[in-house]
């Protein structure tokens, strides 16, 4: 019984305990910012497709006139090595299908691609010109973005931050209470993702232009308007009320 009652005491004192500590208010914001920056990269990717009965003269045709369009990026634009990269090398043989649903050979096809990134944004139209004079199949993908969106994180985060500062205290204010220091900060995305939320403008011409017998079918535009590129940073805080 002296024990029963010990017991009970011990649990009375502990809710009591409970019960006395006041409970902590909180206001949760979430506030995202946005900042607009002019691309300082502009990628597009290069076709040279070659057909031939015979298979090492498809070759050697394709080979040539990407050797001729390296030589124009390398040396006539002053592209360096790293900024050029192969994307694809396919050969294979094509078919026609006839009314008798016949198979006849038509010869191979051989097709290479080559991304290039060009920094220096006066030298695009020329450089299409250029690798379209060599015998380009095609100009596809061109698109505008950043080298290094990364170095732009501190800026969008600070700004993100104020904004969540300056809603959090208004909402205070207008519930008649005192803002406190911050109890919690998350991000989203994460730092390390910053990256991946870049926005790639492409522009309008990215479908591609077709070429024939190392002619455009259409004539180059007669200018590409880089734009601007948003990057946006969301944040979550928790405030301590007072």
């Known amino acids: 019984m002296k024990k029963t009652l010990i017991a009970a005491l011990v649990i009375l004192l502990a809710l009591t305990s409970l019960t006395a500590q006041p409970q902590t208010r909180t206001l949760s914001i979430k506030e995202t910012a ?18 031939n009965k015979d298979r090492n003269e498809a070759y050697n045709e ?3 006139i990407m050797s001729r369009i390296i030589t124009v990026l390398k040396d006539d634009s002053e ?6 990269q192969t994307t694809h090398f396919t050969a294979k043989p094509i078919y026609r299908r006839t009314v008798l649903n016949k ?3 038509e010869g191979y096809n051989i097709s290479t691609g080559l991304k290039v ?3 220096d944004f006066t030298k695009i139209l020329p450089i299409m010109d250029a690798v379209i004079q060599a015998g380009a199949t095609k100009i596809t993908n061109v698109t505008f973005t950043l080298d290094e969106p990364k170095k732009y994180e501190a800026e969008v985060r600070e700004k993100a931050m104020k904004a969540a500062q300056t809603k959090a205290s208004q909402i205070a204010k207008l519930s008649g209470v005192e803002l406190g220091k911050p109890l919690s900060v998350s991000e989203f995305p994460p730092p390390q993702s910053f990256e991946a ?7 309008a011409m990215a479908a591609g232009l077709q ?3 190392g002619r455009t079918a259409e ?7 880089p734009g601007e590129i948003k990057l946006s940073y969301t944040i979550y805080v928790t405030y301590e009320l007072e």
Do not use: W
């Open 211 to 213: 070429i024939q017998g």
């Open 62 to 64: 394709n080979k040539d």
């Open 219 to 225: 004539s180059v535009p007669v200018a590409l308007e």
């Open 197 to 203: 939320q870049q926005y790639r403008r492409v522009v």
């Open 117 to 119: 990134k060009i920094r």
């Open 34 to 51: 946005e900042i607009s920056v002019s691309p300082d990269l502009c990628i597009m990717t290069i076709l040279v497709e070659t057909t």
């Open 79 to 84: 592209i360096e090595a790293k900024d050029i």
């Open 103 to 105: 198979h006849v050979f």
